[in-house]
């Protein structure tokens, strides 16, 4: 991740159960960073200083249209991301560790695929603000070619934010469906942090 002149690598493991919770530890400049989601809330650990939650309503989230639609189509719709890809073009098949996947490339347009969410999740005045900066980003996936699931994405996306520049490059492999996962429970200590500031951390 590029902001500016700064750049930061980052490298983490997540497990992940249906339909609403995500486990995710990470190494941040020498850090480790812990970070929790119980949709519609996320938590993270701050080295030194312990947890903070981010609530729905700081980030503008209706909690009951958004456990509503969670509930109907999971926090990761694979299958509405494919469809929104523009320009969808299958590349060669490539072996990962051994093992043939399908391989596919296109972009996203971020703007557009907003409005595909229901009426009412997000607070439109905070909509129309993250719509302003986001621009199409560079999607590559590799798929089970039995399955169709997602062994491994790749993301590039770049904005500006008020006369900053800040770039992403994000891959993510994904293994062990279907197995046991240990997520562990909200915080009862986490202290509130606005969106904002979580966004900068």
Known sequence: MTVADL??????DFVFRSPDSMYMTMEVMGESVEALMVLPDMY???????WYVVTAESMGIN???YREYVE????????????QLDGLTQLPDETLEGV????YEGTMDLAEAMEDVPEGLYDPEMLEQVEGVLQPVSVEVWLDRETYLPRRTDIEMTFDVEGSAFSMEMSMEFSGYNEPVTIPEPPADARPLDAG?????
């Open 72 to 83: 109907n189509r999971g926090a990761v719709d694979y299958r509405g991301i494919t469809e």
């Open 44 to 50: 993270v650990r701050v080295p030194s200083e312990g």
């Open 63 to 65: 909690s009951d249209v």
């Open 7 to 12: 750049s930061i690598d980052m490298e983490g």
């Open 197 to 201: 500031v979580a966004t900068g951390l």
């Open 100 to 103: 043939a996947y399908l391989h």
